[in-house]
């Protein structure tokens, strides 16, 4: 084989084991997408559903909130995380926690009579 088919052959090696390469490491990406889980949660009139939610330690996951009457806040004080729902608007928040237990979250605007009853919690388990 002289060299000129040799360094074409190279390169063609090269750039395939390349592609390969990328496409194995966007497979890992795709993978851990595909590993979160969704839940949509409402707001309406001082109540959350669902206001009890499992999930496992570790596993992150995607919360769709939606606030079907009013301008509500979404706030989980262990996690220092807080969104504002606006009525109408789906507002999406990763979440992950890292050891098992009881998770807190409630409104942190107020809306009215009964807005202090306006929570629920995550149960993380191992």
């Given at each position: ?91 999406t928040v990763r979440v ?31």
């Amino acid at each position: 084989m002289d060299t000129q088919r040799r360094l074409l052959l190279h390169r063609a090696l090269g750039l395939a084991g390349a592609s390969m390469s990328a496409v194995a490491g966007l497979g890992g990406y795709a993978a851990s997408r595909a590993q979160e889980s969704t839940i949509k949660i409402t707001a309406q009139r001082f109540r959350y559903r669902p206001n009890e939610i499992s999930l496992h330690k570790g596993q992150t996951t995607v919360l769709e909130i939606t606030s079907l009457d009013f301008a509500h806040g979404f706030n989980i004080p262990d996690l220092a995380m807080r969104a504002d729902l606006v009525p109408g608007k789906v507002v999406t928040v990763r979440v992950r926690f890292d050891a098992p237990g009881s998770y807190d979250f409630h409104c942190d605007n107020f809306c009215g009579e009964g807005h202090e009853q306006m929570a629920g919690h995550f149960v993380v388990t191992a």
